[in-house]
Nanobody
Framework: QVQLVESGGGLVQAGGSLRLSCAASGRTFSNKNMAWFRQAPGKEREFVAGINWSGIYQYYVNSVKGRFTISRDNAKNTVYLQMNSLKPEDTAVYYC??????????????????WGQGTQVTVSS
C-alpha cells in the first residue's frame, strides 16, 4: 500500500478554480491506478476522476467533464485534480485513492486499497 496526503482544498466562489494535489509515499506509485472521489454530507462517496498507471487514460464522471482535469507526475509521486468553473454542487470532501494498476480504472471505491484523509472543497454561490 501507499500512503496518500491530499492538499489544495479550500473555499472558492462559483466559477473559480482550485488545484488538488495528492502526494504518495512508497516506490510503487507508478504502477498504481489513481482516482479522486468526493463525498458530500448525507451522500455516498462518488467517483470524480481516474487515471491509469501510465497517465495515458483519464476518466471522468459526466458532471465534471470539461471542467476538471486529472493528471499525474510519476517522478514526483503526485496526482493532481485541476478544477475549473466550480459550482456549489461540487462542494464535498475530496479523497485521493490508489488501486491496482495494469488494469482498467475502476469507478467504484471497493478496488482502491489506499486512501488519503480527504480535503474539503467548498464552493459558494
Amino acid at each position: 500500500q501507499v500512503q496518500l496526503v491530499e492538499s489544495g482544498g479550500g473555499l472558492v466562489q462559483a466559477g473559480g478554480s482550485l488545484r488538488l494535489s495528492c502526494a504518495a509515499s512508497g516506490r510503487t506509485f507508478s504502477n498504481k491506478n489513481m482516482a479522486w472521489f468526493r463525498q458530500a454530507p448525507g451522500k455516498e462517496r462518488e467517483f470524480v476522476a481516474g487515471i491509469n498507471w501510465s497517465g495515458i487514460y483519464q476518466y471522468y464522471v459526466n458532471s465534471v467533464k470539461g471542467r476538471f482535469t486529472i493528471s499525474r507526475d510519476n517522478a514526483k509521486n503526485t496526482v493532481y485534480l485541476q478544477m475549473n468553473s466550480l459550482k456549489p454542487e461540487d462542494t464535498a470532501v475530496y479523497y485521493c485513492a490508489a488501486g491496482p494498476g495494469y488494469t482498467e480504472v475502476e469507478i467504484t471505491p471497493t478496488p482502491y486499497n489506499s486512501w488519503g484523509q480527504g480535503t474539503q472543497v467548498t464552493v459558494s454561490s
